[in-house]
């Protein structure tokens, strides 16, 4: 995605295509390459939550020995996030689907493993699919949503 807070990725901003800075610019939006339909879904957990379950595995290691576990705390698509973000910050804001064209403009040198990514998220919903999220919040009732993030880091955009 092409929406960070402050200071991480705004410096490289200026270097993109003015296609993808008009995603970016043309405020607020969501410029991501999610799919044209909308319908994708986009894997979201927090640095937090991450770190809570390390620990956990960490903390509890004889019961989880070689299992690993998948981490995940929502899964949304560009319009939901766009969504969220309005509703938690009161700013309007909106989904704008970015083409992968963009995208390798916008990220050159690998930018085909962002493109991959998004095409994997695209077919194959992670939270539906591939994580459970019933024990996911059993383990950690603190697993936040992208809207428990929003709320949480105070993050605007």
């Keep these: ?5 402050p200071g991480e990725h ?12 008009q995603h970016v610019l043309d405020l607020p939006a969501l410029g991501a390459p999610l799919d044209q ?4 879904r986009y894997p979201l957990v927090a640095l937090d939550d ?4 390390a620990r956990h595995m960490f903390d509890h290691w004889q019961s989880w020995g070689a299992r690993d576990l998948a981490v995940i705390g929502d899964s949304l698509t560009g319009e939901e ?4 973000f309005a509703r938690v910050t009161g700013t309007p804001s909106r989904y704008a689907p970015m083409p992968y064209d963009e995208l390798r403009a916008a990220v050159p040198g690998f930018s085909h493993d962002y493109a991959a ?5 695209a077919d194959r919903d992670l939270y539906a699919r ?4 019933a024990l996911l919040r059993r383990l ?16 605007t955009g």
């Design 1 to 5: 995605m092409f929406v960070s807070p």
């Design 10 to 21: 705004g410096d490289r901003l200026h270097k993109c295509p003015a296609q993808v800075r």
């Design 37 to 40: 339909a909308g319908s994708a």
């Design 50 to 53: 991450i770190a809570w379950f």
């Design 81 to 84: 996030i766009a969504a969220a």
């Design 117 to 121: 990514m998004f095409r994997f998220f």
């Design 130 to 133: 591939d994580r459970d999220i």
């Design 140 to 155: 950690h009732p603190g697993l936040l949503t992208f809207e428990d993030w929003l709320h949480r880091t105070g993050w």
